[in-house]
């Protein structure tokens, strides 16, 4: 359970400055912001108590989804994510961010970086990469047939 101590301690900290995405104990990569940040709960753990890795693919390629969005309006479908490998676990109450680049824009598919981060919600309160994954969208019309991007 994330305890209320936490929560205002990071407030505390957003208010006199002292947690920000440049300093402070939270980094993020090449000075971006990320396509999207959660705070896990407990309803996310696995029998182990960490978090279940498929929360965090899942949450992989909603963050992927939404840097692709920014080079098509057409639908997309994840058709691949490559090697996704666990290299720190993350616990309840972590404040989690995926930053996204563009790695490549073919024809009719784009393939999306996604770097995770965790943020430890428990002292020290350090910030740790989680995983780092290549997902690729392919841009599709309705019956599914790709079509260019």
């Not at 058709?79 to 993350?90: D, G, L, N, Q, W």
């Amino acid at each position: 359970m994330v305890g209320l101590g936490w929560a205002l301690s990071f407030k505390a900290g957003l208010a006199n400055g002292d947690l920000n995405w440049h300093g402070g104990g939270m980094t993020m990569p090449a000075n971006q912001e990320p396509a999207i940040r959660v705070v896990m709960m407990p309803r996310d753990t696995n029998p182990m108590g960490t978090i279940f890795g498929g929360m965090i693919l899942s949450y992989i390629d909603q963050a992927g989804a939404v840097e692709a969005r920014k080079h098509s309006e057409k639908m997309l479908v994840t058709v691949a994510m490559h090697e996704v490998k666990f290299i720190a676990p993350v616990f309840v109450g972590d404040l989690v961010s995926f930053y996204t680049e563009t790695a490549r824009v073919g024809t009719t598919s784009i393939t999306i970086r996604v770097t995770v981060e965790a943020w430890r919600g428990q002292a020290p309160h350090e910030t740790v990469r989680v995983t780092q994954a290549e997902v690729v969208y392919v841009a599709v019309d309705s019956p599914g047939h790709a079509v260019p991007i």
